[in-house]
């Protein structure tokens, strides 16, 4: 996402397959070799509706991960990540996720974010949610990733 050729924003598809490789690159660190996550990138409206299903709340929402436990102990995983509202985060720069960032930073800390909830991690609501075991892990692989994720 940050090779920009001639100043040409990334297209949804790039950014989406980047994002993918990040969900592989954390699955790999976490040892889950087993486990499968599929990255989406939707719109407003189609994170307002998918969050007004799954959880019964209104409003958009950065990002939801759904994970479907196989008879076989595999793990298949969806992640949907919302650039919109992770663009309106990063503007607004909201007390209690991460440490400011750009988007391309924020869009890769949701996609390492709905990957650990495939994996069975969670974290409290509230702004005790920054203080987790969850959020901790997920941080580490930011910063880990921003450094050629070795």
Same mark, same amino acid.
């Given at each position: %996402?940050?090779?920009?050729?001639?100043? *040409? =924003?990334?297209?949804?598809?790039?950014?989406?397959?980047?994002?993918?490789?990040?969900?592989? *690159?954390?699955?790999?660190?976490?040892?889950?070799?087993?486990? *499968?996550?599929?990255?989406?990138?939707?719109?407003?409206?189609?994170?307002?509706?998918?969050?007004?299903?799954?959880?019964?709340?209104?409003?958009?929402?950065?990002?939801?991960?759904?994970?479907?436990?196989?008879?076989? !102990?595999?793990?298949?995983?969806?992640?949907?990540?919302?650039?919109?509202?992770?663009? =309106?985060?990063?503007?607004?720069?909201?007390?209690?996720?991460?440490?400011?960032?750009?988007?391309?930073?924020?869009?890769?800390?949701?996609?390492?974010? !709905?990957?650990?909830?495939?994996?069975?991690?969670?974290?409290?609501?509230?702004?005790?949610?920054? =203080?987790?075991? %969850?959020?901790?892990?997920?941080?580490?692989?930011?910063?880990?990733?921003?450094?050629?994720?070795?």
């Amino acid at each position: %996402m940050a090779s920009r050729r001639a100043g *040409r =924003r990334p297209r949804r598809s790039e950014i989406a397959a980047r994002l993918t490789r990040v969900a592989r *690159r954390v699955l790999g660190w976490e040892g889950a070799t087993s486990a *499968r996550v599929e990255l989406t990138l939707v719109g407003g409206g189609a994170m307002r509706r998918l969050n007004r299903r799954a959880t019964g709340r209104r409003g958009v929402t950065d990002v939801i991960a759904f994970a479907l436990p196989q008879p076989d !102990g595999t793990v298949l995983g969806d992640v949907y990540v919302c650039a919109a509202a992770a663009r =309106r985060w990063v503007k607004t720069e909201e007390a209690g996720k991460g440490k400011g960032g750009n988007l391309d930073q924020e869009l890769v800390r949701l996609a390492v974010h !709905g990957t650990l909830h495939v994996l069975g991690y969670d974290h409290p609501a509230g702004p005790d949610r920054t =203080r987790s075991a %969850m959020w901790r892990r997920q941080e580490r692989y930011v910063r880990r990733l921003a450094n050629g994720g070795r």
